[in-house]
């Protein structure tokens, strides 16, 4: 799941997956403004059936941050 | 009784603004990704003398154009950018148009959804007999409230005015409606510096301003929408594949996009049109109804789906037929 995880996040933001680690802070991409934003949080409803509150999605920090919220709320 | 809907005109203010115009002072913000994501290549723009009654006012002189105008006995007006705090512009819109002073107008407040509510004022006024005639006019000019710096919302909104002629029929033609209003997400499309709280009282120099939390409003869009389209549907007594075509709000390509893949609907049954316009509020379904129509996509007979939602939030649907 973590390799499929960072290919839809990669896609969702047009970049390569090898230029992504789960220790980057995804704001500070170049390519991060409110149009990726919104395909982050379509491609986690998409893929995992989850929404993110937008409040919830501001306090997530770098890339693993978001793969450990989807990982606690499939739970659920 | 019944009641149909019998022409729309709409107006484009002249003013035109481009992804390449914007790219020039925004660089980050490729004008081809724009147009690929939003699905914008250009917006109309209205003029600082310009206002939604003006935009309103041109389309319904096009609507009336070989109308007999002493037959409208009432005028329903939806917008959010009105010429006056007080009074109504549907008064003022009364005259300008020369129409009978025996008749009553009013403006109501909605963004999106509005089209929906006024279809559905309309049909009630007339299937209850009080009128027959019905001028429905939508106008909009949010670009007075976005800020000069604001990308995100520059790209995204047009301006436009729309109207619409409604009369009585003998079969109905416009169908059952499914509502909806959730104040909850009030704050997160909001004009909020000039109001009453703030004594309708700005800073030197500060215009009101536009905020708009996309996120949220794409969050609440997906959780709604599907719903209401399946609302709609049993109020009507119809299956999903005995409509013809649906025509959405169009709020942006990749919400309408994501829509359609949510409900399972072929691509071309569904609307997607706001490449020379963008999301102009109120006036996307009038505009699509009527390009749908000119362009062979709809036809006399047809059972089309119209469904609104956005700002409120205020959310609502129908199902009409041409």
Known sequence: ?76 | MGTKIKKIEYYLPEKILTNEQLEEKFPEWPASKVEDKIGVKQRHIAKSDETSLDLATKAAEKLLENEDRDHIDFVLFCTQSPEYLLPTSACILQTRLGLRTDIGALDFNLGCSGYIYGLSLAKALINSEMCKNILFVTGETYSKFIAEDDISNRSIFGDAGSATLITNSDVDKIGEFVFGTDGNGAENLIVKNLSARNSYILNEGERPTLYMNGPEIFNFTIETIPLLIKNVLSNNKIELIDIDYIILHQANKYILEFLISQIGLGPNKCHIDMLNYGNTVSNTIPIALKDAFVQGKIHSGDKVLLAGFGVGYSWGATIITI
């Open chain 1, 1 to 76: 799941m973590n390799e499929d995880f960072l290919n839809l996040f990669a896609e969702a933001l047009e970049k390569e997956p090898s230029e992504i680690t789960f220790d980057d802070e995804f704001r500070n991409y170049e390519e991060w403004n409110s149009l990726a934003v919104l395909s982050i949080i379509a491609m986690i409803k998409q893929n995992y059936d989850i929404t993110i509150p937008r409040k919830e999605f501001d306090e997530l920090k770098i890339v693993s941050d978001l793969f450990e919220y989807i990982q606690a709320h499939r739970q659920k």
